[in-house]
């Protein structure tokens, strides 16, 4: 029941203790979406007890009959089960964090906002957490290895290579999702700073494109002799030079691609 237990094994009594953590999904909006808990397993001479604080998707599909072959006479080949289908779910959500990120990097290109940002910091706790508990179970598993605890069969021997296949599997999309996302948060961080950079300079550029007619406006607003005072088409010459200069203002931030 401690959240922080590393997985391990542990003999006492002729009886198996073996804790290992398996993913749990919090939800969208949590900090961060993707945990990992520790699961007991107890194998007696006549018992097979599982021991979670969470409700896992893990025993739900022993429960559900999706695993094939699954049996609760042979414990050994139960407890391999349980293992693949850990495995297999940390595969399972690997996918769905590479899924969002993928939604977050289209977000991501047109934004000029943290947030994004931020929701991408979420996921990467998320892998950190898988990376660790990931490591956490192959050192377990090799444990068990040793322990030759799976050698009276050959199928069970088969499955726990599967097990391990899964794991290092897992363990190697982990560390790619990780390091593609870390790249990734410092290159969008980049972008979203020359988003807001070009927002600024177009900004910049409408401020003098409109100070413009405010600099001809001011000078004819003074009591002072100015041309074209004493012509009745002075209005109609003041407002065309204006719109003429800032057409050519305009034309040439075009040019030097500030709009």
Not at 121 to 150: D, G, W
Not at 211 to 236: C, D, E, Q
């Amino acid at each position: 029941l401690d959240v922080d237990e590393r997985a391990r094994t542990e003999r006492e009594n002729g009886d198996l203790l073996v804790i290992l953590r398996v993913p749990l999904y919090v939800g969208p909006d949590a900090d961060p979406p993707y945990e990992t808990v520790p699961v007991g397993i107890i194998l007696t001479e006549t018992l097979i007890v599982t021991l979670c604080q969470a409700d896992i998707d893990v025993t739900k599909d022993l429960a559900t009959g999706r695993v094939r072959g699954l049996s609760t006479v042979k414990r050994n080949r139960f407890l391999l089960h349980l293992l693949l289908v850990t495995s297999q779910r940390y595969l399972a959500h690997l996918r769905a964090i590479d899924a969002a990120v993928d939604r977050l990097e289209d977000r991501l290109q047109r934004s000029m906002r943290n947030r994004e940002v931020q929701e991408l910091l979420k996921y990467q706790k998320s892998l950190t957490y898988f990376t660790t508990a990931l490591k956490s179970n192959e050192l377990m598993l090799r444990r068990l290895e040793r322990t030759r605890l799976f050698e009276a069969f050959p199928d069970d021997e088969d499955l726990l290579e599967d097990v391990l296949t899964e794991v290092q599997q897992a363990i190697e999309m982990t560390n790619i999702s990780s390091n593609i996302l870390s790249q990734m948060m410092d290159a969008f961080a980049s972008i979203i700073s020359n988003n807001l950079n070009v927002v600024m300079k177009f900004l910049a550029s409408i401020t003098i494109v409109l100070s413009i007619p405010t600099i001809v406006a001011s000078l004819y607003g003074m009591n002072v002799g100015l041309p074209l005072a004493g012509n009745p088409y002075a209005f109609f010459v003041v407002i065309g030079a204006m719109l003429v200069i800032c057409a050519l203002v305009v034309a040439l931030f075009r040019r030097l691609d500030w709009f």
